[in-house]
């Protein structure tokens, strides 16, 4: 079984065999992961077993306080199990296979115990045993032989990453949520690299890698394997990690101490990397992530609120994005992991959706991480990768480079690669589309349908290292993606009548329903109620011999209501219907009452008068309101008055709208969108290729009626 896919289906299969009807789907990994790890732990301590009993003896016998070094030294890894059992000899004792296994765990190493914790394997075997499974579970994995002489430790991590891809498939786990495909990895770390080789191959080089949601641990692996092999073998890479979900922790931790470094499988940390920062005070050379695609982060909300109010103390201080999508955390948090330029300064590439090109309008918590970034000239470039690339979803995914050392020629400005690009060809009947930086693989995993072979891998890596304008590249200003979002204001244009119609629209204003209304309690309060409905009907009745004439020209409107209530005081003042207020009370009404009346009785016209506010100044109309966005490398009253004023003469610009941070008119805001810097127009066909087609087509459908009157 050195195929990794076979031992993969073998491990599958052993779930549906033994544990259907017992464990309900969603709990297989529960049971397999952790037995799949101590199978391979197993077979890695296999060949010197033995000697590791010996010795475990020896030192027992010589009382020595602390062997594990002497122990470490016999087994040849970092890690040791003194039991006498292993999967073979558990199976000599059927009856107390429950004890024994449990005995089998606790000969473990202490540098295990974070494994075996989070892989909660006492409970997990004890369910086993209750369920008369454990001796049928250890006597399938016994057959499969997992040693490093056989399976690798690159296919045995493409063989966890294989089993947790098809686990949160059965759960419907969320898209993006898990591991990368391991030739997407290869080219993040060649991004990554590329470029700091001389640095690289200096004898005695020290380098750190960090990934932030380290999941199994493939892309410290891959980027720690690809130095040694392609650059320095001497080179000290030191790794670093964290990582949320306990089994593919469990994973990673005990795959870094099957590698057989102490140190690596040590800076793995568990717990979530915004709350929980396990490498609280550390900076790193080279960081790399594949974070969850769309996860919200409500639950964390309270510590990264507090925590982007520290502004330039805090890890998130360019703000947050919406609650339901935490990727720019994600990219603020690593920002925030890198070295002073002084000290060698650092470079990033992470895996994102489309969402953190263009989410977010000017102002927002995603664009103004964009800002922060551009204008702080941290990003390098962004590689668009060809669809279908990942297990579990088919969204389009980006990778983003960034570094705070970027060389001279490239400061100021940032590379697009469209490794998207897709091409058409002739296929059965119809054209099909073909990426050009990637292959359809011969059998689908999942959603994963294409693949990068080396030869692409090498493409892109050569396009976003050459940085040159060409098909597929395009090198912009970091200006380029700023904008200036202008607020273009109309003037409001209002007729007015006091008809039946418009008199009757009162009875839905506000201030007009609560001149009838009073908060006073007893008679007091039934004395101002009655006053307000007498002043209700007052005004109803001095509006309605007003006529039906339309006004135009709201100023002129106001006049003819203020005259029409002074005379009403004129031949009121005597009325009865007036006791209320005394004889020489007056009817004044409130700016609010006002407002209402001239609200009810008004319609929107393009023929009337523009509307002045109390300062001579055009009172704006919202339901006109536009906005502009408008390139920052260009003056926003040119960009206006070439733009937006041939079209609406009487627009103006809402210069009361600043940005917080230039003081300058408009919100300036950022996207880096990908479709509109590469989309290229396709002609629409000729018509006469057209008509053809529909002459054939029309031909066709006069065949089949034909036959099926002559039926």
Not at 394 to 403: H, K
Not at 459 to 482: I, M, N, Q
Not at 621 to 641: A, C, H, S, W
Not at 666 to 682: A, D, P, S, T
């Amino acid at each position: 079984m050195q195929n990794f896919q076979e031992t993969a289906n073998f491990i599958w299969e052993i779930a549906d065999e033994i544990l259907r009807d017992d464990f309900k789907r969603g709990k297989y990994p529960d049971v397999i992961l952790p037995f799949t790890v101590l199978r391979r732990l197993d077979c890695v301590l296999a060949p010197t077993k033995q000697a590791v009993l010996e010795k475990y003896q020896f030192c027992q016998e010589k009382n020595l306080k602390n062997p594990d070094g002497q122990l470490r030294k016999a087994a040849g890894k970092s890690f040791y199990n003194t039991s006498k059992y292993d999967f073979p000899t558990l199976l000599t004792d059927a009856k107390n296979i429950s004890k024994n296994t449990i005995a089998y765990l606790n000969g473990f190493s202490n540098n295990m115990r974070d494994v075996i914790e989070k892989f909660n394997l006492p409970a997990t075997i004890e369910t086993l045993n209750s369920k008369n499974l454990l001796f049928l579970l250890i006597k399938k994995f016994s057959e499969a032989d997992l040693s490093p002489e056989k399976i690798d430790n690159h296919r045995m991590g493409t063989i966890f990453e294989e089993l947790i891809r098809r686990f949160n498939e059965q759960r419907n786990e969320n898209p993006g949520e898990h591991f990368t495909p391991r030739e997407v990895i290869r080219l993040m770390v060649r991004l990554l690299l590329r470029g700091d080789e001389a640095i690289l191959k200096q004898p005695g080089v020290v380098r750190t890698i960090y990934d932030c949601a380290c999941g199994s641990g493939g892309m410290l692996s891959i980027a720690k394997e690809y130095i040694l092999t392609n650059i320095n073998p001497s080179a000290d890479i030191r790794l670093f990690g964290q990582e949320v979900n306990d089994e593919t922790f469990a994973v990673c931790k005990s795959d870094m101490l099957i590698k057989g470094d102490d140190r690596d499988a040590d800076n793995i940390k568990f717990g979530s990397s915004f709350c929980l920062d396990g490498h609280q005070d550390n900076r790193f050379d080279y960081m790399l992530v594949n974070p969850p695609y769309g996860k919200d982060w409500k639950k964390e909300k309270d510590f990264i609120d507090a925590e982007a109010a520290k502004k330039g103390n805090g890890r998130f201080e360019a703000g947050t994005p919406r609650i339901n999508d935490g990727q720019l955390l994600f990219l603020q948090h690593l920002i925030s992991k890198m070295k002073p330029v002084a000290e060698g300064g650092s470079k990033i590439a992470i895996v994102l959706n489309g969402s953190p090109l263009f989410t977010g309008d000017a102002g927002s918590g995603e664009s103004e991480i964009r800002r922060w970034i551009l204008e702080n000239d941290w990003l390098e470039s962004i590689v668009a990768l060809p669809g279908q690339l990942f297990y579990n979803t088919g969204i389009t995914t980006y990778i983003w480079v960034l570094s705070n050392r970027k060389p001279e020629y490239r400061k100021g400005k940032v590379l697009l690669v469209n490794g998207a690009a897709t091409y058409k060809v002739k296929g059965k009947g119809k054209e099909k589309e073909v990426e050009v930086f990637a292959q359809k693989m011969r059998k689908s995993l999942g959603d994963k349908r294409n693949e990068l072979s080396e030869i692409h891998i090498d493409k892109l890596d050569d396009l976003a290292f050459d940085f040159a304008e060409g098909v597929y590249t395009k090198v912009f200003d970091t200006s380029d993606f700023g904008y200036r979002k202008i607020t273009i204001e109309r003037p409001l244009r209002l007729n007015f009548q006091a008809s039946p119609e418009r008199i009757a629209r009162l009875e839905s204003q506000a201030a007009f329903v609560n001149l009838a209304s009073s908060k006073k309690k007893g008679t007091a309060g039934e004395t101002e109620v009655e006053a307000g409905k007498k002043l209700q009907s007052i005004i109803r009745e001095v509006l309605s011999q007003l006529g039906e004439k339309l006004y135009k020209n709201r100023q002129e409107f106001e006049q003819v209501i203020e005259a029409a209530f002074k005379q009403a005081k004129t031949n009121t003042q005597s009325d009865r219907q007036l006791s209320l207020f005394g004889e020489t009370s007056s009817i004044k009404l409130s700016a609010p009452v006002k407002k209402a009346i001239l609200a009810a009785l008004s319609e929107k016209d393009e023929t009337a008068d523009i509307c002045f506010d109390d300062k001579g100044n055009p009172e704006p109309d919202p339901e006109l309101r536009d906005y502009e966005n408008v390139p920052l490398k260009e003056d926003i009253y040119v960009y206006f008055d070439r733009e937006v004023k041939p079209h609406v003469p009487d627009a103006w610009i809402n210069e009361t709208v600043i940005d917080e941070k230039d003081k300058l008119v408009g919100k300036v805001g950022y996207e880096l969108n990908f479709n509109r810097h590469f989309y290229e127009y396709q002609p629409l066909r000729p018509r006469k290729e057209i008509a053809e087609e529909i002459k054939v087509l029309q031909a066709s459908l006069v065949a089949v009626f034909n036959q099926m009157a002559a039926e």
